[in-house]
């Protein structure tokens, strides 16, 4: 089983960039493919980065892609969501999710565990 704990959000000026943590328990993390999701208030779950066990294979949702960068440090036991240039449409809750598999998926219904989230909040 692994515990996820997701860091690093806070408030930030629309241009700004943060950099989102999250740290997962137990000594198999290098078998799991990460990936990041968000949801703003009154909206669904959405999709908005992952990245495959190895690192070796990223993904990015396309509305993210030149602003967001996934990476993940095997030996921290940690992935990371680098965010630059935000909107404030980029204001929401963010979750890293995992899967026990080589590859990463953008469907939700394929993670096995979740973080509690962390909020972003992005002001105009």
């Known amino acids: 089983q692994v515990q996820l704990v997701e860091s690093g959000g806070g408030l930030v000026q629309a241009g700004g960039s943060l950099r989102l943590s999250c740290a997962a328990s137990g000594r198999t993390f290098s078998t799991y493919s990460m990936g990041w999701f968000r949801q703003a208030a009154g909206k669904e779950r959405e999709f908005v980065a992952a990245i495959s066990r190895s690192g070796g294979s990223t993904n990015i949702a396309d509305s993210e892609k030149g602003r967001f960068t996934i990476s993940r440090d095997n030996a921290k036991n940690t992935v990371y969501l680098q965010m630059n240039s935000l909107k404030p449409e980029d204001t929401a809750v963010y979750f890293c999710?995992?899967?026990?598999?080589?590859?990463?998926?953008?469907?939700?219904?394929?993670?096995?565990?979740w973080g509690q989230g962390t909020q972003v909040t992005v002001s105009s």
């Open positions: 999710a995992a899967v026990a598999a080589a590859y990463w998926y953008k469907g939700m219904a394929r993670y096995d565990y």
